[in-house]
């Protein structure tokens, strides 16, 4: 494996195991930068006037990163583990952008899409939307705070309706309701175990503790 995404929905964890993962296994990361965009304040506080520079901020800043990581390689550091996947940026504007925004943002999506690789393991972490916004009010940052479980609920069915729509990639869900792989060595090498002493074919596979 040389390109492992670990995904989740707003909350999931997917950052942590992210930097956990690669300081465990020395390998390169890929995080995404999000915490500077200055649409991201607004958009909470007003959605309709700041969806649209958003998604094409993330989108820009998305390509710009992945591309120049993916392509740069490292001897040193042959695995890269990336804590968001390219395809984030179809699925969070499908759910915030009205339908004719949302179609001229896909047009520009889809010319940049196939030029970006591929991984050859997708995780994604499920976790309920009643623990997401538990995790969410924890961590404090105050433009979240007006996060709605309908909101998480629509993101969540985005990724659900894109892991059916491409039988061609690898999918590992990952049930981690009950478990706390920061807390707890013993779930934390289940979760890594999981990932890396199996392999997986095309399509969807499910996995719980």
Do not use: C, W
């Not at 309709?48 to 710009?64: C, T, V």
């Not at 591929?118 to 997401?132: G, S, T, W």
């Amino acid at each position: 494996m040389q390109y492992l995404v670990i995904e989740g929905n707003i909350g999931a964890g997917k950052t942590t195991l992210t930097k956990m993962l690669a300081n465990d296994l020395n390998a390169r990361v890929v995080l995404e930068q999000f915490a500077d965009n200055p649409f991201l304040p607004k958009f909470y506080n007003d959605p309709q006037r700041y969806s649209f520079p958003l998604e094409l901020s993330f989108l820009a800043e998305r390509y710009k990163q992945l591309n120049a990581e993916l392509r740069a390689g490292s001897l040193f550091h042959p695995l890269l583990i990336a804590d968001y996947f390219f395809m984030k940026s179809l699925i969070f504007a499908q759910n915030t952008l009205a339908k004719d925004e949302f179609n001229l943002y896909r047009q520009i999506f889809e010319i940049i899409y196939n030029s970006i690789p591929k991984p050859d393991l997708y995780v994604y972490l499920h976790v309920p939307v009643e623990r997401l916004m538990s995790n969410i009010r924890k961590r404090g940052r105050e433009y979240e705070q007006s996060i709605t479980p309908g909101y998480l609920e629509t993101i969540q069915q985005g990724y659900f309706e894109f892991f059916k729509q491409h039988p061609d990639y690898s999918f590992l869900i990952i049930d981690i309701s009950g478990l706390d792989f920061v807390e707890n060595q013993l779930d934390y090498s289940r979760i890594k175990s999981a990932i890396f002493d199996q392999t997986y074919n095309k399509g969807v596979q499910r996995l719980s503790f």
